[in-house]
């Protein structure tokens, strides 16, 4: 890959597309406010990237801490239904 612009940052890439220096391919949720703006707009509506695991790593322990424990189940709830809600 090349170009003129090349970042590890998710959010340079998506303002660098907004502002009309090239295309942007990101997960959904970091898209949504800027496709309901209207400064992105969807160019391949058919294609869908690759579904990506997400993972939460932490100390095996017996007993994880509160703060973990709800964070992880945080993390399930908010990505459960990721796989099975298509991009449109």
């Known amino acids: 890959m090349g ?4 970042a590890n940052s998710g959010e340079l890439l998506i303002a660098s597309a907004a ?3 090239g295309l942007v ?9 800027d496709l309901a703006a209207g400064s992105l707009v969807q160019v391949l509506p058919g294609y869908e990237g690759p579904l990506l695991d997400t993972w939460a790593v932490y100390p095996s322990r017996r007993h994880l801490s509160a703060k973990v ?3 992880v189940d945080h993390l399930v709830e ?11």
């Open 3 to 6: 170009g003129p612009l090349i």
């Open 19 to 21: 502002a009309g220096l």
């Open 25 to 33: 391919m990101a997960p959904r949720f970091m898209l949504e406010a």
């Open 69 to 71: 424990r709800l964070f």
């Open 78 to 88: 908010s990505f459960s239904g990721a796989a099975a809600a298509p991009a449109r």
